[in-house]
Nanobody, 117 residues
Framework: QVQLVESGGGLVQPGGSLRLSCAAS????????MGWYRQAAGKERDLVAR???????DYADSVRGRFAISRDNAKKTVYLQMSSLKPEDTAVYYC???????????WGQGTQVTVSS
């Protein structure tokens, strides 16, 4: 019943930018805080950024100043604008609620971001 569909990933050179999108259905989007999470190969899944239903944001130390999370309640979509990308940003990026719901339907497929020269 819940569907969170990530898109916008791809291959980018160090220093480049990407904008990720997450389209939500099956939840009352405007009443949920949302987050972006990422999982690099062989590593744990970590929170990257979150945004409350009122628009307050917070970021992991590793991305603060480079990434920006935003939301459009009319489109039921949350975005992650990524700039000054580094190779260590390479990961599969997922959206979820914040706090995350650890169920398969909430995690979805993710979108691959690869930063490489």
């Amino acid at each position: 019943q819940v569907q969170l569909v990530e898109s916008g990933g791809g291959l980018v050179q160090p220093g480049g930018s990407l904008r990720l999108s997450c389209a939500a259905s099956g939840i009352i989007f405007r009443l949920n805080a949302m987050g972006w999470y990422r999982q690099a190969a062989g590593k744990e899944r970590d929170l990257v950024a979150r945004i409350t239903r009122g628009g307050s944001t917070d970021y992991a130390d590793s991305v603060r100043g480079r990434f920006a999370i935003s939301r459009d309640n009319a489109k039921k979509t949350v975005y992650l604008q990524m700039s000054s990308l580094k190779p260590e940003d390479t990961a599969v990026y997922y959206c979820n609620t914040y706090p995350a719901q650890h169920r398969p339907d909430y995690w979805g497929q993710g979108t691959q971001v690869t930063v490489s020269s």
